[in-house]
């Protein structure tokens, strides 16, 4: 079994910032990218962030320059900082990570639960 748990989520102001994490834990053989989604009300599910095992990243348009993910691979964890938050940027966001199992050698996605942002005006 496979868990990704994220932490970090919550209300701010317009202009402040949180940190979100996400945790993988089970039988986890090996972690290839890890990532940042999110999905407002009313729309679809959208890439905020993606890093690499090797810590290559990349950014949706709207929070490059805001946004910072990074990881640590000793702890299976994924961390994404983010600074001068808008309102636009509230939204439920997911942890997403490509790994593979002692038990199920090929790579595929696992998604956590989610963590509310919720950025007032």
């Known amino acids: 079994q496979v868990q990704l748990v994220e932490s970090g989520g919550g209300l701010v102001q317009a202009g402040g910032s949180l940190r979100l994490s996400c945790a993988a834990s089970g039988s986890i053989f090996s972690i290839n990218a890890m990532g940042w989604y999110r999905q407002a009300p009313g729309k679809q599910r959208e890439l905020v962030a993606v890093i690499s095992s090797g810590g290559s990243t990349n950014y949706a348009d709207s929070v490059k320059g805001r946004f910072t993910i990074s990881r640590d691979n000793a702890k299976n964890t994924v961390y994404l900082q983010m600074n001068n938050l808008k309102p636009e940027d509230t939204a439920v966001y997911y942890c997403?990570?490509?790994?593979?199992?002692?038990?199920?050698?090929?790579?595929?996605?696992?998604w956590g639960q989610g963590t509310q942002v919720t950025v007032s005006s």
């Open positions: 997403n990570a490509d790994l593979a199992t002692y038990t199920m050698t090929r790579f595929k996605p696992y």
